[in-house]
């Protein structure tokens, strides 16, 4: 086993106080609020994936296309100003897993461009030999399409790849691949029945290379 799929909202990078400010520029100016409370109930989660939910809690009023496109104005602006932070041992992480001679991919329900500007300004591209983003796939989180995608294109079975996760979304679409699954939490708690969907839990992304370091079960 010597392959990893990394999710990248909330595991890799602290985006969700981001996300929050965007929906809430994005609700506004679409005329339905601010929003930005809605990223609990959608994480992991694109647009279309969860237009139901969006739907549910704002009725007619809720207008996706404008959410898209004012979400993605707020974004393009505070990332050419801003650089989003990197979670807590992500390169000591990736450089432990690199000096293994681990095949790294990603597989992100956010759009291509938004993927490719943090992983370039955190200058970490050149890591991964995969990435999957949204709209590579027809279904977003939770269904498993974008892991089974990551795996065909690692060229490995999905019960030899890791895959770590922060959100109950990303497990359900890890864990339905049949991957074997690591939750670092970010705004979400697991409950008891995603706990025991787990292969293992960490407090940080040190913490997991710790473990695959102790255990050796990448040699």
């Known amino acids: 086993m010597n392959?990893?799929?990394?999710?990248?909202?909330g595991l890799m990078f602290d985006t969700g106080k981001v996300f929050a400010l965007a929906w809430d520029y994005a609700g506004e100016k679409t005329g339905i609020g601010k929003a930005g409370y809605m990223l609990r109930k959608t994480q992991g989660m694109g647009f279309t994936a969860a237009r139901e939910l969006w739907e549910n809690e704002f009725g007619n009023s809720y207008d996706e296309e404008g959410m898209r496109r004012h979400t993605r104005e707020f974004l393009l602006k505070y990332y050419a100003a801003n650089r989003v932070p990197a979670k807590e041992g992500l390169y000591i992480l990736l450089n432990y897993l690199r000096n293994k001679g681990s095949r790294l991919a990603v597989a992100s329900?956010?759009?291509?461009?938004?993927?490719?500007?943090?992983?370039?300004?955190?200058?970490?591209?050149?890591?991964?030999?995969?990435?999957?983003?949204?709209?590579?796939?027809?279904?977003?989180?939770?269904?498993p399409d974008i892991y089974i995608k990551a795996c065909e294109l690692l060229r490995e079975e999905p019960e030899n790849?890791?895959?770590?996760?922060?959100?109950?979304?990303?497990?359900?679409?890890?864990?339905g691949a049949g991957c074997k699954t690591v939750m670092v939490p970010d705004l979400w708690q697991p409950d008891e029945a995603t706990e025991n969907m787990l292969f293992g839990r960490f407090a940080n992304l040190e913490e997991v290379k710790l473990y695959l370091e102790r255990t050796g079960i990448l040699d």
């Open 3 to 9: 392959a990893v799929i990394f999710d990248m909202d």
């Open 109 to 143: 329900s956010s759009p291509g461009w938004e993927v490719e500007n943090h992983l370039r300004k955190a200058g970490i591209w050149d890591y991964f030999q995969v990435i999957v983003c949204g709209e590579m796939v027809k279904r977003s989180k939770p269904a």
């Open 161 to 175: 790849c890791f895959a770590l996760e922060d959100s109950r979304n990303g497990i359900l679409s890890a864990c």
